[in-house]
């Protein structure tokens, strides 16, 4: 017979899940990781820091004709008709802005173009001897966020960049050889570069002997026109 007096006891507490205690550990990660990600962007108050920086291009190939030299600035806004120049503090490839009639001035800006991630993909004008990428750098470190491309033309006699004298991106006038490489126009196995184009078809009269490249995400032409 069953004892009328005898206490049922509670039933057992039940377990508590773990994943409360991932949940508050992923908190505490992510509240600690924002917190440095926000010291790193209070130093220097925050403002962009100019600390310019450069690498030069390779020599143009087949895959890449007539790049020019390619350098970086992470220094504020350029402008058209601003000058620069080297940067003793980031030699030997490093540029800066300076006055047009400082003795360290040796190019002036002749174009201002939209930076892009796509390599072939900023088209500077004519008479273009070198391009400088500029970005902006929070906190120091880092090559920076890409703004623009400065197109610049040197202010001394010397003009790679003028069509048919073997520098500067590869434009209508130029010379390459058979190799699609750009040289000075005259040179032995010197072909004229009479267009640049998507597909052979679109080639000018007088083409001889178009050379077609390997595609190049960016590039606007995909065809070298010459005269053979």
């Known amino acids: 017979m069953a004892n009328p007096y005898q206490v049922t006891p509670p039933p057992a507490p039940r377990r508590r899940s773990g994943g409360n205690v991932?949940?508050?550990?992923?908190?505490a990660v992510v509240i600690i990781g924002g917190y440095f990600v926000m010291?790193?962007?209070q130093k220097d108050d925050g403002k962009p820091t100019a600390s310019p920086s450069a690498s030069p291009s390779t020599k143009p190939t087949a895959k890449d004709p007539g790049s020019p030299e390619s350098s970086s600035d992470t220094s504020s806004s350029w402008k058209v008709g601003d000058c620069g120049g080297p940067?003793?503090?980031?030699?030997p490839d490093g540029y800066k802005r300076a006055g047009c009639s400082d003795s360290g001035a040796t190019f002036k800006a002749i174009d201002i173009k939209e930076a892009s991630i796509l390599p072939n993909a900023v088209q500077c004008p004519p008479g273009t001897d070198l391009m400088i990428d500029v970005s902006i750098s929070y906190g120091g470190k880092g090559s920076g966020i890409p703004t623009n491309?400065?197109?610049g033309r040197n202010l001394s006699g010397d003009h790679p960049g003028d069509a048919g004298a073997g520098g500067g991106q590869l434009v209508k006038g130029d010379c390459v050889t058979s190799q699609a490489k750009e040289v000075v126009c005259g040179g032995s196995g010197a072909q004229k570069v009479l267009g640049?184009?998507?597909t052979k078809s679109e080639c000018p009269s007088g083409t001889t002997d178009p050379i077609e490249l390997t595609m190049a995400i960016g590039r606007p032409y995909d065809v070298i026109c010459t005269d053979g």
């Open 22 to 27: 991932v949940a508050v550990i992923v908190l």
């Open 87 to 91: 940067d003793p503090s980031k030699t």
């Open 39 to 41: 010291q790193s962007l």
């Open 149 to 151: 491309t400065v197109c």
């Open 196 to 198: 640049l184009v998507k």
